[in-house]
Every structure is written in C-alpha cells, then in structure tokens.
C-alpha cells in the first residue's frame, strides 16, 4: 500500500501503537461502561470473541479506541446488541438539530458526537463480523446523507433568518437548493472519513427580491461553512473529507454553484471529466425535486444529446493512483460509462452490484466478477480500517507500527502478507481493466483464418433435445402401428411428417412425446389422433406448441377420455375470450357435499388447462388467459372458504360467519407459481375458533393442487406479524393500519379486497381496508419509506437476468407498485378507484384529471405486457434463457405473448416497458417532474 495521501490529524510523531498497552486499556474501558451503562454488563463482554475483538481494537488503533473510551456505551451496545440500536438512536438525535442555530462551529460541535458514535458502532459491527462490508458502506452512507441533509438546512436557514436570501415559502426555504454527490458518496462504497465528493446547487430563479443578485456569494460562503464544519478547524479529527469536481475547494471553491453554469459547464467543450462525474452522481439532500429534474436534464446530455469522448473513456482507463481501490473502482467506472447509456442501473450502483450486474448479463465471466468482488472487499477493508485507525481520510500507510496494527485488524499475522494479497488483487483488476477495454476482438484475431467446420444437420435424437433416444423409437414404433391401422401401408411419417422435429424445436420436447403418447392412450378408437397433427391439420402447430411448452398446465386435459375430447372440438368463435365468459361456460360444481373439496380442485385443474391450451394455439388471447386465470384463482379461494365453513365444526362454523377474507392485490394478476397474500378480519370476538377455522382454510388451499396448480396461501401480514392473531377483531386491525403497518403493507391495504364472509362480516371488513387508506399516514412520509424499502429490497434481491422481471427494475413489481401508489393516493378522495380492477382504475383517474391520459394509459399496457410474460414463464416453467436457452417455437410463443413478431424484439419491448414505468416512479412516488411535453400540456 502507498504512502497517505492525506494528512491525518494526529502526525507521524505521535505514540507508536503498541499492542502491550491493550489490557490496561480494556479495564479502564470496562470501568467506563460500567459508570456509563448504570453497571457492567459482565458475561456478554467476557466472551472470549468480544474480548479479543477490543483487545484488537485498544492494540492497534489509535482514533477507534479513542472514541471507544469517548462513548463507552455505544461501543458496549455495537458489541452486544449490534449497531442498529446506536444508528437508530444517533438518527434520532440528528432529526433533533433541525432547528439548530449558529456557524459552522456549532454545527461542527452538534454533528461530531453523533458521527463518533456511529463510527464506533459500524466499527464495531463491521470487525465482529455481524456486518459484511456492503452493509457497512450502506449504513456509513445513509448516515452521511443525514448529515449532510442536517448540515444544509441548517446554514441555508440560518443565511434566509439573516436576511440574507429571500424565500417564498419559510418552511419550504430549500426549494431549489439540493447536493449531488458522486464517487464513493454516490455509490455506497463510502469509508469512515470519506471523502464526500458533492456539490451543492442552487436554482437561482428560486430566490427573489433584493437579494437574487446577491445569491452566488451566499452559497459560495455556505460551500465553505459546510466544509468547514465537516473537516473541522485544524488540529481536530474531520468528521469527513470533502471534495468536488468544481474548482480547488479552497475557501469554498467549487463546493457550491449554481444549475445553470453547471448545466453550461457541462455542456461545453473539454468538459468529459465533469460529464463522467455527473453521469453517475445521484441526490442525497436538499429539494430531490429539482434535483431529479436536473439529472434528467444530464442524463440527456451525457447519454445522447453530447456523449463522452472516446479519448476520456481511454485516458479514464489509464489512470493511476495508489490507493488499494483504484484498479477495482476504474473496472466499475468503465461499466458506469459504457454500459450505463443502455443500463441506466450501472450508473449509481455500487463496485460490488456492477460486478455482479455485468456477470448476470454475460458482460463479465461469472469468476471474474467473482474475484473482482472478492478484492474489492478486501481492499476496502484494509482502507476503511486503516482511516479507523488514524482517524483520517488515508488510504496508505509507511510507518513499521501501523503496518503491523493494520495487518491484526485485516486478519493477517504479517503485513507483507496483507500486502501481497492487496497487491496480487489490484493485478488481477488491472487485467480485467486491460481485457475489458480492449474487448474481444484483440483475441479473436488471434483465430482469424481459422478453418470454419460446419457441424451439419443434426442426426440424433438427443441433438433434437431429447434425453433418451431409445425409449423414444419405442414409442415411435407403437405410434407407427396405430398409424397403420388407420393409413393402411403408409408409414408413420406419412401421417405426421416432421412431427419429432417439430417436438424437438419446443421448449420441453419429452413432455410433448410423453402427453402425445398419453392422448393416444385416452382417445382409443374413437377419435383419430393423427388427424390432429397432420401436414395440413390446422391444430398440428397449437398441439405441439401446447404439449411441448405448457406440459405441466395441459396434462390434466389427457389424463382421461372425457377430458380429451376438448382436443377434437372444432375451434370457433365460442371460444370464451375473457375471464367472465370462461367462468360462464365452465361453472365451479356446488360448494357442498363430502367431496366438494376434490370437485373444485379437479374442476380448477381442468379449466386452467383449457385455457392454457387455448392460449397456447391462439383460439384465445393471453390477454384473456392472465383474466381467467385471475378470476378462477377469486373464486376457488371464495369457494374453499365457503366449503371449509361449512364442513367445519360447531364452534368453528359459529366462528367462520363473523370472519370474512381479503386478497391483496399488490402483488400483480394471481398467476401460477406466485404467492396468493391472503388477510382475515373478525366482526367481533371469535377467540380460538376463530383461529382454528382460518389455519383449516390455509389447510385446504395448500392441499388443493401441486405443481403448476399448487396454490401458497401467505397471511403474514397482520397485527403482530407470524405471532399475532391470523383473524384479528377490526380494532385490531385498525391498530394495526395506525402504528404497525410498514410503508409496503400500507400500499398492499389500499388494494386490498374482499372476496368471501357473510354479507355483514364482509361489509365490516370492507369498510375497514376503506379506512386503512383514509390518511393513515402522510403520504409524502410513507412514499419516501416505500422508496428505502424498496432500494433495500432491490439491493437484497437483485435480478439475476433481464427475465427475471419480479426483480427487475421497472418490471411487474415496479408498476404495481406504481399503480398501488395511485390507488392509496386518491382512494380517500375517490373511492371508486379502490373497487375498479387496476386498468379500469388507471382510466378512471385519467377521465378525473387526476392522472395524465398518457401515463395512465402506458402504465396499462406495461402492467398487462409484464403479466403476459409472467403467464408464460409460470406455465412453462422457464426462467431465462442463461439457465435454459430458448428454442424456436417457444420463442415464437414469448414473442405472441410480448405482442412482437420476433423472440429477438422482445428484450427491447421489455426494456422500453421497464424504462417507462421507472420513469413513472420517478414523477409519481418520488414527485420528481415530468419532462414530457404532453404530460405538461395535460396538468
């Protein structure tokens, strides 16, 4: 590791740190928790892990053990209970300081305890091990985006009290006023003392009167207040380090300017470096309005009105410097700049969710991404714990007794070691920095002129995809021997030409020739099977389509002689074309008797596979087939509840009429494979009868199907979680609604529905989802929740391919989101939109002016692109084509699914959907502005 490329607080002439002067140190540090504590904690710090964990951290780290023995009971409770309890607690004091008053000083002298403390606990946590590095990073940049956002409004507001700058509204005084960040602050990669790399902007028409002129001078002064309340006055420990791409920094230059020089700056010649800065920055103070209004305006500017130069992309590359990051920093930067045009998810994510991303879309080899993980994290260590050691923003270290300190705190008996491994890292980022700039062509050049073998027609069974070619002419002998009973002296081929390679171009070729076989076993000779597939036979391509694609949904259909007459039905128009004219035709059998359980499943299994087969050959649209499927998944758990209900015991029976339940409809159409979120209100007391009936409900719909037609009831969200009641009383639920419910469960309430109970059980709880969206919480505050949790989420669960549209920003989730968001805004006001079906909600609110015609209408159309590819990967089992590569007929069926002619067009569709919808969440859930002109013209 190289030499310190910043001067930390305490010079190279201070105490050498010397392991020896650990144990004394951790008395007096026990001493200290005792007095701050009310009493030692005893056993949980004498473990022999936490011990040497503060044995660790007393003999090898001078500003760590500092702060240690400074807050005492924030290092006792990092070690005990975790950091969350110190973090929440400092959060809370740090809301507290909104309304404080003073220069710099002052806030430099409000902000330091906080920030020591958190130090400490993330410290703390990271070292024992209770936190990965990604989740430290995370913490330490979600702390600094709080103080940064304390440390703004309060010397704006302190300049608007002095006179100063001339606002409309004085609660509102940041209007126009936001911090960009960028490098490590904008990428969650942040260490203990940064640094931050910001800017603060302003909107200069936000602030009128006298004043205006007067407004670059102010902000210039504030830039220099904010950098010297977090870097301190010299001689004391920074809280951070600051940077900015604008200027020196020195008294304040560049730290503060103004949207429109930016905005010109950028746009200007010689301006890449900015440009690349800007590109991938993201806002963590201030007015997120206008700031999201401004990286719109970058974004069209960096990505396609005035692109990066090729030559700064070359000259990025082959940057050098010497902190242990760089190498690793420099391979995300180039993914950011060249992939993040297309991707915009490349352009804020951190080093480690590049890597990642670009091994999932095969931009990187899987172990290479692997590797670049693995050191990255390592490098980070050694730097994060080497700025808790010295309490500075270094990144190198020189002097013998620091060496070896830093190498204990990494885990290593020897810094060369430490160092070898850093440097053996850094090695293997530079290669892949090399490799990946070049792209492929240096090496295919290699193979120029190589002899090209053509591998000719498949002539094999297995190279049609099929496992056991054996079996399979066994099978095509016995059709061969139906064949000619039928044909005469015609061969089977003369029948059903091309019918194995037809089998072999779907997606799951062995069940096709497996439910072929079984269809000619159940249809006997009373129907002539081959007629079904022959050359001109108008079912042959929906029969193979269907049997070699949505197998597993269309089985039920040759599982006997009657199911099988469905196949030798003429196609029509009679063919139901909606979820209403399926269930018309098609009746559910009566809710009772002793076998009713067994009539509805089987009567569920049937229907489902009609439809499948339906949507499969084109007589129905997949449209039609996603409402079906909806409407027969409603009814089976309206008609379960009414059959459990009625078989149930006395107490139970009593207690079933004052239960009624309701689906969430949140989670999008109730598709196979998807989780059915089910809830359940009490009218009045129903104890443990009550509880009772509602586990032997769960019971049935759990037992109703497997497979494709398995259904998997989830009632965990209610009054005290998995622990509390599954059918609480309506006070409770309305308790719940007040102070338990989560920002997500909030949204899933305002579209939640009832679907079976007596009249006036389900009144009761109808009236009580209508009051859980009638202004439970501000809106403002649970939309910035909703929008953590899901950052969290998509963090946590990352989307492992482009098809994976559940997790895929922008995809199914995304816009039901979006729409749920809708739904709980207006509801209170308009009830309407409460009880519609989602696309008829959306025109409702377009036809109300609540919502632009445009907008309401795309997010129609992305919610039923996305449940149309849904439908298909649920009923064929498909996940995507990296696990399962997509054979031609099956993505001729995505491709009619999409609305396309082609499987290729339909990556850019899902893309297309995926950036309108997350441009939707940006102005409708963020309240960032639109920057379409017909959106404009219709508000």
């Given at each position: 590791m190289a030499a310190p490329t910043t001067q930390a607080?305490?010079?190279?002439?201070?105490?050498?740190?010397?392991?020896?002067?650990?144990?004394?140190?951790?008395?007096?540090?026990?001493?200290?928790?005792?007095?701050?504590?009310?009493?030692?904690?005893?056993?949980?710090?004498?473990?022999?892990?936490?011990?040497?964990?503060?044995?660790?951290?007393?003999?090898?780290?001078?500003?760590?053990?500092?702060?240690?023995?400074?807050?005492?009971?924030?290092?006792?409770?990092?070690l005990i209970d975790g950091a969350s309890p110190v973090l929440a607690e400092a959060a809370r004091d740090l809301t507290a300081l909104d309304r404080g008053v003073?220069?710099?000083?002052?806030?430099?002298?409000?902000?330091?305890?906080?920030?020591?403390?958190?130090?400490?606990?993330?410290?703390?946590?990271?070292?024992?091990?209770?936190?990965?590095?990604?989740?430290?990073?995370?913490?330490?940049v979600d702390f600094a985006e709080r103080m940064v956002e304390t440390g703004l409004r309060w010397l704006v507001r302190a300049a608007v009290k002095r006179g100063e700058l001339t606002v409309e509204d004085s609660d509102n005084f940041l209007k126009g006023v936001f911090v960009v960040a960028g490098s490590d602050f904008a990428h969650e990669d942040l260490s203990p003392y940064g640094p931050l790399d910001m800017i603060i902007l302003y909107d200069e028409k936000a602030f009128g009167g006298p004043t205006a002129r007067g407004a670059d001078r102010i902000f210039v002064r504030i830039g220099a207040e904010i950098r010297e309340a977090f870097e301190g006055k010299p001689g004391e420990y920074l809280l951070y380090a600051l940077k900015t791409p604008l200027g020196s920094g020195v008294g304040g230059a560049g730290y503060a300017d103004s949207v429109a020089r930016v905005k010109a700056t950028a746009g200007g010649p010689q301006a890449d470096a900015l440009k690349m800065w800007l590109g991938s920055a993201r806002i963590v103070a201030g007015d997120r309005t206008a700031g999201?209004?401004?990286?719109?305006?970058?974004?069209?500017?960096?990505?396609?009105?005035?692109?990066?130069?090729?030559?700064?992309?070359?000259?990025f590359v082959e940057e050098t410097d010497n902190d242990p990051r760089g190498p690793f920093r420099r391979v995300a930067g180039l993914c950011r700049l060249a992939i993040g045009g297309l991707r915009p998810v490349f352009r804020t994510s951190s080093a480690r969710e590049i890597f990642e991303t670009a091994a999932s879309s095969r931009t990187l080899a899987k172990d290479v991404a692997r590797r670049l993980v693995s050191g990255n994290e390592l490098a980070h260590i050694a730097v994060s714990r080497l700025q808790m050691m010295k309490g500075a923003a270094v990144s190198g270290v020189e002097r013998e007794d620091?060496?070896?300190?830093?190498?204990?705190?990494?885990?290593?008996?020897?810094?060369?070691?430490?160092?070898?491994?850093?440097?053996?890292?850094?090695?293997?980022?530079?290669?892949?920095?090399?490799?990946?700039?070049?792209?492929?062509?240096?090496?295919?050049?290699?193979?120029?002129?190589?002899?090209?073998?053509?591998?000719?027609?498949?002539?094999?069974?297995?190279?049609?995809?099929?496992?056991?070619?054996?079996?399979?002419?066994?099978?095509?002998?016995?059709?061969?021997?139906?064949?000619?009973?039928?044909a005469g002296e015609k061969r089977f081929s003369a029948c059903a030409p091309g019918l194995l390679t037809a089998f072999g171009e779907?997606?799951?070729?062995?069940?096709?020739?497996?439910?072929?076989?079984?269809?000619?076993?159940?249809?006997?000779?009373?129907?002539?099977?081959?007629?079904?597939?022959?050359?001109?036979?108008?079912?042959?391509d929906g029969l193979v389509d269907a049997f070699g694609s949505f197998g597993a949904a269309v089985a039920p259909l040759v599982q006997s002689a009657d199911a099988a007459e469905f196949f030798f039905e003429a196609p029509g128009a009679e063919t139901p074309q909606s979820?209403?004219?399926?269930?018309?035709?098609?009746?559910?059998?009566?809710?009772?008797?002793?076998?009713?359980?067994?009539?509805?499943?089987?009567?569920?299994?049937?229907?489902?596979?009609?439809?499948?087969?339906?949507?499969?050959?084109?007589?129905?649209?997949?449209?039609?087939?996603?409402?079906?499927?909806?409407?027969?998944?409603?009814?089976?758990?309206?008609?379960?509840?009414?059959?459990?209900?009625?078989?149930?015991?006395?107490?139970?029976?009593t207690a079933a009429g004052k239960?009624?339940?309701?689906?969430?409809?949140?989670?999008?159409?109730?598709?196979?494979?998807?989780?059915?979120?089910?809830?359940?209100?009490?009218?009045?007391?129903?104890?443990?009868?009550?509880?009772?009936?509602?586990?032997?409900?769960?019971?049935?719909?759990?037992?109703?199907?497997?497979?494709?037609?398995?259904?998997?009831?989830?009632?965990?969200?209610?009054?005290?979680?998995?622990?509390?009641?599954?059918?609480?009383?309506?006070?409770?639920?309305?308790?719940?609604?007040?102070?338990?419910?989560?920002?997500?469960?909030?949204?899933?309430?305002?579209?939640?529905?009832?679907?079976?109970?007596?009249?006036?059980?389900?009144?009761?709880?109808?009236?009580?989802?209508?009051?859980?969206?009638?202004?439970?919480?501000?809106?403002?505050?649970?939309?910035?929740?909703?929008?953590?949790?899901?950052?969290?989420?998509?963090r946590r669960e990352k989307a492992s391919s482009d098809w994976d549209i559940d997790r895929l920003e922008g995809g199914r989730a995304d816009v039901e989101l979006v729409v749920s968001t809708l739904i709980y805004k207006h509801a209170s006001a308009h009830p309407f939109v409460q009880e519609k079906a989602p696309g008829e909600a959306l025109e409702a609110m377009a036809r109300s002016g609540l919502l632009p015609e445009e907008t309401a209408q795309a997010l129609a159309n992305a919610r039923a692109f996305w449940a149309r590819l849904q439908l298909v990967r649920a009923l064929s089992g498909w996940?995507?084509?990296?696990?399962?590569?997509?054979?031609?007929?099956?993505?001729?069926?995505?491709?009619?699914?999409?609305?396309?002619?082609?499987?290729?067009?339909?990556?850019?569709?899902?893309?297309?959907?995926?950036?309108?919808?997350?441009?939707?969440?940006a102005q409708i859930v963020l309240g960032r502005p639109s920057l379409n002109v017909a959106s404009h013209a219709a508000s």
């Open positions: 607080a305490c010079s190279n002439t201070a105490d050498k740190i010397d392991p020896a002067r650990a144990p004394a140190a951790l008395e007096r540090w026990r001493r200290a928790v005792a007095e701050a504590m009310g009493g030692d904690p005893g056993a949980p710090l004498d473990q022999p892990d936490r011990r040497l964990l503060m044995l660790r951290v007393f003999g090898a780290t001078r500003r760590l053990a500092e702060l240690c023995m400074t807050h005492p009971d924030a290092a006792a409770t990092a003073g220069g710099p000083d002052a806030l430099h002298a409000a902000l330091a305890p906080l920030k020591n403390r958190v130090d400490v606990a993330i410290a703390i946590a990271e070292m024992s091990g209770q936190w990965s590095v990604a989740d430290a990073t995370a913490a330490r999201g209004a401004f990286l719109e305006d970058i974004e069209q500017m960096v990505w396609t009105d005035n692109p990066i130069a090729v030559e700064a992309l070359r000259n620091e060496q070896r300190a830093l190498a204990l705190l990494c885990g290593y008996c020897d810094y060369k070691d430490l160092d070898a491994a850093i440097q053996g890292a850094r090695t293997d980022a530079a290669n892949t920095l090399r490799r990946f700039a070049s792209g492929p062509q240096a090496e295919i050049a290699l193979y120029r002129g190589a002899a090209e073998t053509d591998e000719g027609d498949a002539d094999k069974l297995e190279d049609l995809g099929f496992l056991n070619g054996a079996s399979l002419s066994a099978a095509v002998d016995n059709w061969a021997e139906r064949a000619e009973g039928r779907t997606q799951h070729p062995n069940d096709a020739v497996r439910l072929f076989d079984e269809l000619l076993t159940v249809a006997g000779e009373g129907h002539d099977v081959f007629a079904l597939v022959g050359e001109d036979a108008p079912q042959r979820g209403k004219e399926w269930l018309s035709r098609f009746t559910p059998p009566p809710a009772k008797g002793k076998t009713a359980l067994a009539d509805l499943s089987e009567w569920r299994r049937d229907l489902m596979a009609r439809i499948a087969y339906s949507a499969a050959t084109g007589a129905s649209g997949f449209d039609a087939a996603v409402e079906a499927f909806e409407d027969i998944h409603v009814r089976t758990l309206k008609n379960v509840f009414d059959i459990v209900r009625q078989t149930a015991p006395g107490a139970e029976k239960i009624a339940m309701h689906v969430f409809e949140s989670d999008g159409p109730h598709l196979p494979g998807a989780a059915t979120h089910v809830g359940f209100i009490s009218s009045a007391q129903t104890g443990d009868a009550g509880e009772a009936f509602v586990h032997r409900y769960l019971e049935a719909l759990g037992e109703l199907g497997e497979g494709v037609f398995a259904i998997t009831p989830d009632a965990t969200h209610r009054p005290g979680g998995v622990g509390g009641p599954i059918a609480p009383e309506v006070a409770a639920f309305k308790t719940y609604v007040q102070s338990e419910a989560v920002a997500h469960e909030q949204i899933m309430l305002a579209r939640g529905r009832v679907v079976a109970g007596e009249d006036a059980a389900a009144e009761c709880a109808r009236e009580a989802l209508r009051g859980a969206v009638a202004g439970a919480r501000r809106a403002d505050i649970l939309f910035r929740d909703l929008d953590r949790a899901r950052a969290q989420r998509m996940s995507d084509p990296l696990r399962a590569p997509v054979r031609r007929r099956f993505g001729s069926l995505i491709a009619r699914a999409a609305g396309v002619h082609k499987f290729d067009q339909v990556r850019p569709m899902m893309r297309g959907y995926a950036d309108e919808v997350t441009r939707s969440y």
